[in-house]
C-alpha cells in the first residue's frame, strides 16, 4: 500500500458484507489546507467520520482505514463500500489533474483487487441523496477520471460503444458523458466495470 497512515479511532474493525462499491467524496472543509484540516478532523473521536483514503490537490495520498475494515463515511452504504476523499476545499475548488491520476490509480488497485465494485459519486448514493450531499460536485471530471482507470483494458472499449449509443443519452436525460458513465454504472449498465447491479438495501 502506498501513503501514509494516520490513525483514526472512527472504524469498525473487519466487515459484516462484501465490497460492493467505492464511494467518491469530497472534503469541503473550507480550509486554505484542507487535506491536513480532514486528516486532523477524522482523527477526532468527535467527528465520527473517516474514509478510507484521503488525496491531496498535490497528489499526496492519507490512509486511515484498512481496505478489509468498515470506514465510516456513508452512513448505512459503510459495510460494503470504500470510501475515497478528494481535498477540495469548497464546491468552486477545481481538483487537479495530479490529484485525479492519484485517484484513479487508486481506484485501479481497488478494482483488481475486489473485483466487481462499482464507482459511484456520494451525491448519487441513496444515504446521499437523502441527505442532500453534493459531492464530489460539478467539477469532478468524470470522464478523465474514468478514462484514466480504464486506460489500455477492455472497459475503454465498452466506453466507446456507450458514446454510439444516442438512445442512453435519451433514457438518463443527460447529454454528459461524464454523468452519463457515472449513471449508467450506478445502475450496473456499464460492463466491466460493473458486471452486478448493486442492491440498495446492501445484502
Not at 458484507?17 to 478532523?41: C, L, P
Not at 454523468?179 to 440498495?200: D, E, N
Request: charged share 20%; hydrophobic share 35%; glycine share 10%.
Amino acid at each position: 500500500m502506498t501513503g501514509c497512515w494516520h490513525p483514526t479511532p472512527n472504524f469498525t474493525k473487519g466487515r459484516t458484507q462484501a465490497v460492493h462499491w467505492i464511494i467518491v467524496h469530497s472534503t469541503r472543509g473550507g480550509s486554505n489546507d484542507d487535506y491536513t484540516a480532514t486528516i486532523n478532523w477524522f482523527a477526532n473521536p468527535v467527528s465520527q467520520v473517516s474514509s478510507h483514503v484521503l488525496i491531496a490537490r498535490d497528489g499526496r495520498e492519507a490512509r486511515f482505514v484498512a481496505d478489509e475494515d468498515t470506514a465510516w463515511h456513508a452512513g448505512a452504504h459503510n459495510p460494503y463500500t470504500l470510501g475515497l476523499e478528494f481535498e477540495q476545499a469548497t464546491a468552486d475548488t477545481p481538483f487537479t489533474d495530479g490529484q485525479l491520476a492519484k485517484g484513479a490509480e487508486q481506484c485501479h488497485n481497488w478494482l483488481e483487487k475486489f473485483g466487481d465494485i462499482a464507482i459511484v459519486g456520494h451525491e448519487n448514493t441513496p444515504q446521499g441523496i437523502q441527505g442532500g450531499k453534493s459531492d464530489p460536485g460539478y467539477l469532478f471530471d468524470w470522464s478523465h477520471f474514468m478514462e484514466m482507470i480504464m486506460a489500455d483494458t477492455e472497459a475503454r472499449q465498452s466506453i466507446a460503444i456507450l458514446k454510439q449509443q444516442e438512445s442512453l443519452k435519451a433514457a438518463v436525460g443527460d447529454n454528459d458523458m461524464g454523468v452519463l458513465i457515472a449513471r449508467l454504472q450506478y445502475f450496473g449498465v456499464l460492463p466491466v466495470v460493473t458486471v452486478k447491479k448493486p442492491k440498495l438495501d446492501g445484502t
